[in-house]
């Protein structure tokens, strides 16, 4: 039976991604990465349940990586195959609903990105190491998984790779250990992680504490030597953001956070979880970045804690980091929320008005109109709700779907709790339909 993993997509704007049959509840990587040449050697560890007696189960890879072996629950996989990046797996015997699936695959070669229409995305060789920034579909370019947001699980992560190097993975430094010119980092990822969220970091990097209030969230810098001193200044004040958006979104998810900076410039800076990854060019000494400083950091709670199940609901994950940018600068003596909602509105009315933001098509999910508009719903939100109860519903939306999985429902029923009229038609006019409405007045 071809393609009966094929058949019904697990989402529709990333048809080949994902898997049915079963969830995941824990990866555990080993891998062993060269610097020199890109070389990339892994184990892979699979744990998870079946919710259907299948008599084959699939894994999503990239074919630049060969599968050297693969076992199932401790015996040899009777068959396996590696086309159109599945790895497709038989085991010996039936496994029954509900029964534990464990998948161990070893695995090889020379990791490269995923292209498709959101660009390269997955592992990316630097001029000295490598990074992984995964959204949305980059993380079977490293290791074999089950590639949907929905499908969260924890991790522990082994990296070993040339001693000068500096590795960092998601959670916490379990133990580092150097053997000759090697070092191997395990990192443990406690709360659930989506795959695309998964990361690797190396490169010439040393790592700092930033400085912040006694009781606040960890919080260090990843980073070449070189940049330590525009650091400082442009991250200046991103302790005072972290202790604003823990009180306007609730407290913040993860054990710490870590800024990335790479010794190579970026596009545009990436979230991982409890991780952000930055480029140079975000690091020029001048401040430059701070909104997106800013919008990573919302991400934590916005995406990585709280991660949409299916993709068209992205305005979830981006719309709210958007929206952080408007609310720091706001606390932070800047323009108001209201005064960059009003002109971003403004920006968004000379553009085409073809994207319904709770539904863009795969095309447009990472829109900046899906970001902007996805930041002007929660103005309009606001502005009806009052900031008290705005924020409420953010902390009760942070606090009730912790580390889970949400749906713009999920969100639009939690804010119907807070509104004295109904929000359909709110809902209506700014995620469902095309046209750009009006903000209403202002509160003030
Ligand atoms: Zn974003």
């Known amino acids: 039976m071809p393609g009966k993993f094929y058949e019904a997509p697990i989402d529709e704007y990333l048809p080949q991604n994902g898997n049915r049959g079963y969830r995941v509840s824990r990866y555990e990587l080993d891998l062993t990465y060269k610097v020199t040449g890109n070389r990339l050697a892994g184990r892979a560890e699979i744990t998870a349940v079946t919710t259907a007696v299948q008599p084959r189960f699939a894994l999503d890879l990239s074919q630049a990586l060969t599968v050297?072996?693969?076992?199932?629950?401790?015996?040899?996989?009777?068959?396996?195959?590696h086309q159109r990046g599945k790895l497709v797996i038989t085991p010996q015997q039936r496994i029954p609903a509900g029964g534990v699936l464990s998948l161990v695959v070893q695995y090889g070669g020379i990791p490269r990105p995923v292209r498709g229409p959101w660009g390269a995305v997955g592992w990316e060789e630097l001029t000295e190491g490598a990074l992984v920034a995964s959204q949305p579909n980059g993380a079977a370019s490293w290791f074999p998984c089950d590639d949907h947001p929905s499908s969260k699980a924890s991790y522990r992560i082994s990296i070993t790779t040339d001693?000068?190097?500096?590795?960092?993975?998601?959670?916490?430094?379990?133990?580092?250990?150097?053997?000759?010119?090697?070092?191997?980092?395990?990192?443990?990822?406690?709360?659930?992680?989506?795959?695309?969220?998964?990361?690797?970091?190396?490169?010439?990097?040393?790592?700092?504490?930033?400085?912040?209030?006694?009781?606040?969230v960890p919080m260090h810098a990843v980073a070449p030597v070189r940049l330590r001193a525009n650091f400082e200044h442009d991250f200046?004040?991103?302790?005072?953001?972290?202790e604003v958006f823990s009180e306007r979104?609730?407290?913040?998810?993860?054990?710490?956070?870590?800024?990335?900076?790479?010794?190579?410039?970026?596009?545009?800076?990436?979230?991982?979880?409890?991780?952000?990854?930055?480029?140079?060019?975000?690091?020029?000494?001048?401040?430059?970045?701070?909104?997106?400083?800013?919008?990573?950091?919302a991400h934590q709670w916005f995406g990585n804690s709280l991660t949409i199940r299916q993709w068209r609901d992205i305005w979830l994950h981006e719309g709210f980091a958007c929206y952080a940018e408007w609310i720091w600068s706001e606390e932070a003596g800047g323009p108001t929320a209201d005064q960059l909602a009003r002109a971003a509105r403004h920006n968004l009315s000379r553009q085409p008005q073809d994207i319904a933001v709770g539904d863009p098509g795969p095309q447009h999910m990472f829109d900046d109109r899906v970001y902007k508009r996805g930041a002007l719903t929660l103005h309009a939100l606001r502005l009806e709700l009052g900031d008290l109860g705005f924020y409420d519903l953010l902390r009760e939306w942070t606090i009730r779907y912790r580390h889970g999985s949400v749906s713009t429902e999920e969100f639009t029923d939690l804010a119907g709790h807070y509104s004295r009229i109904p929000l359909r038609p709110l809902w209506d006019s700014w995620l469902v339909g095309k046209p750009l409405p009006q903000l209403p007045p202002s509160a003030a």
């Open 68 to 81: 050297a072996k693969v076992f199932v629950n401790g015996a040899k996989a009777a068959k396996y195959t």
């Open 249 to 297: 979104f609730g407290p913040y998810p993860f054990e710490g956070y870590t800024v990335v900076v790479t010794d190579d410039e970026l596009e545009i800076p990436i979230e991982a979880q409890g991780i952000s990854i930055f480029g140079a060019n975000h690091c020029d000494g001048r401040r430059g970045a701070e909104r997106l400083v800013a919008h990573e950091l």
């Open 236 to 242: 200046a004040r991103q302790p005072q953001m972290m």
């Open 163 to 216: 001693s000068p190097y500096y590795a960092l993975a998601n959670g916490t430094l379990l133990r580092k250990q150097v053997k000759a010119s090697q070092t191997t980092w395990v990192y443990e990822q406690a709360e659930p992680m989506a795959t695309y969220l998964a990361t690797i970091q190396i490169g010439p990097y040393q790592k700092h504490r930033i400085v912040s209030p006694a009781n606040s």
